[in-house]
């Protein structure tokens, strides 16, 4: 079974406004990490957020915030006031428990209009 | 502070040879990884370590060997390539947070590489 799902193989959003990119995930475990990363057309992995999974909070990063619902087990990044530098490729990932096993989602292309 | 390095930057292979992926860090991370992508599709852990000595399979290991000898050094080997391998591979090393587990994970700049 698929660990960690993108379902939005592709997403479209005009410059300046906000987008939010979908991440579903599967654990038993009490104890995991969520990560997003950005691939531009360049290749390199880029680290975005992070969210722990007692975190009470969303994490926040700049213009990056992870939607957090736990009982969904759903962990959404939102991209407010979108500029063309983010088109790229988001990963959404998922380490369980303490080890260094991490899962990768399939990816979504995010493309910024002008 | 150079951060994630690997050598080298694309490489061709024949059938059956072998060759090392090297992947250092200066960061003094703990946690190293091995991962490949294929064309359209999410990185794939193929072994991580999570200290000097220790190392562990991931979900895809067949046909790789690490070792782990010093904390800067993770060496990727393909014992007998196959054109299956073609891929991008990319190190990466994390630090552990207060509770354990990694937070942040810094990437190298991938090593395309082809196997005929």
């Known amino acids: 079974a698929q660990k960690i799902t993108q379902t939005q193989p592709g997403m479209f959003v005009q410059e300046k406004e906000a987008v939010t990119l979908d991440c579903t995930y599967d654990?038993?475990?009490?104890?995991?990490?969520l990560f997003w990363y950005k691939q531009p057309s360049s290749g390199e992995m880029i680290f975005l957020i992070y969210q722990g999974s007692y975190d009470e909070q969303n994490a926040t990063e700049g213009r990056y915030s992870l939607n957090f619902q736990k009982a969904r087990k759903s962990a959404n990044l939102v991209i407010s006031a979108s500029q063309l530098g983010d088109s790229a490729m988001y990963f959404c990932?998922?380490?369980?428990?303490?080890?260094?096993?991490?899962?990768f989602g399939a990816g979504t292309r995010l493309t910024v209009k002008p | 502070n150079a951060g994630v390095t690997q050598t080298p930057k694309f490489q061709v292979l024949k059938t059956g040879q072998s060759m090392t992926l090297q992947c250092a860090q200066d960061m003094n991370h703990e946690y190293m990884s091995w991962y490949r992508q294929d064309p359209g599709m999410g990185l794939r852990l193929i072994h991580y370590s999570v200290g000097a000595g220790i190392t562990d399979q991931g979900e895809v290991p067949n046909g790789y060997n690490v070792s782990r000898s010093t904390t800067e050094d993770f060496p990727l080997r393909l014992l007998s390539a196959a054109p299956s391998q073609t891929s991008v591979y990319f190190c990466?090393?994390?630090?552990?947070?207060?509770?354990?587990?990694?937070?942040?994970?810094?990437f190298g700049p991938g090593t395309r590489l082809l196997v005929l």
């Open positions: 654990t038993s475990d009490q104890s995991y990490g």
């Open positions: 990932a998922m380490r369980e428990g303490l080890n260094n096993d991490m899962r």
């Open positions: 990466a090393s994390s630090y552990s947070s207060s509770s354990g587990g990694q937070e942040t994970q810094y």
